[in-house]
């Protein structure tokens, strides 16, 4: 999992496996962004699920969001070993653009 | 496409100088534009936000004086790190989007990676 004083996580897979990161927020948000950073990269929305929808598909990702224990999480069905970068959630608790980062997950997918 | 195009992608400064970094946004306006550093350990503090015509608002720690930032209409918008010192090491990235369209998704440019010797 990953927010708040947690440090980054790092997860080592094999091509093939699936994998599920989690997140939990501990402001009220309404919508819970996912996104991935390649190295030296700026980071790239992914996928991004609204308080009103518990589950949300994009290809071989999945997210999904529970509002009331304020978490999230991403899981990646087949991982391939260009999946590997870090993945971070990010909330923006007063919907202006200023998003809260967790610690990010370094995700690696050894082929 | 939405795209925000951050430059320079790197920079090596000496110490006690300043540099400054933009960012573009194409194919949408950004409204409001916020600025990050990111810590070689990857982890984001947000240095301001710039919302077109509001006061910007720096979080704590973060000053005018040290990072001014300039956000001048809806594509550009300008950030400069004066007297960089080893502390302001980083990735430092812009964040843009516009609360008025349908979707809340931030743009990220590439980021502008500042080095300081």
């Known amino acids: 999992s990953q927010w708040g004083e947690e440090n980054l996580q790092a997860l080592s897979i094999q091509e093939g496996e699936d994998v599920t990161m989690n997140c939990s927020y501990k402001t009220y948000t309404t919508v819970v962004h996912w996104y991935r950073q390649d190295s030296g990269r700026g980071p790239a929305l992914i996928i991004l699920i609204r308080s009103n929808e518990r589950e949300k598909r994009s290809g071989r990702l999945r997210a999904t969001l529970d509002t009331s224990s304020q978490s999230s999480s991403l899981s990646i069905t087949a991982a391939q070993c260009e999946d590997t970068a870090v993945y971070f959630c990010a909330t923006d608790a007063t919907n202006t653009g200023k998003l809260t980062f967790g610690d990010g997950t370094v995700l690696t997918v050894k082929p | 496409g939405a795209l925000v195009y951050q430059y320079p992608r790197r920079t090596i400064c000496k110490s006690g100088t300043s540099m400054r970094m933009e960012c573009q946004a194409v194919?949408?306006?950004?409204?409001?534009v916020a600025w990050y550093r990111q810590s070689p350990q990857k982890t984001f503090e947000l240095i301001a936000l710039s919302t077109v015509n509001s006061a910007i608002k720096y979080e704590q720690n973060f000053t005018q004086e040290k990072f001014p930032i300039s956000h001048p209409n809806l594509s550009f918008s300008s950030m400069t790190v004066l007297n960089a010192y080893l502390e302001d090491r980083g990735l430092y990235l812009c964040g843009a989007r516009d609360p008025g369209g349908a979707d809340t998704e931030v743009f990220f440019g590439k980021g502008t990676r500042l080095t300081v010797v």
């Open positions: 194919g949408f306006q950004a409204t409001s």
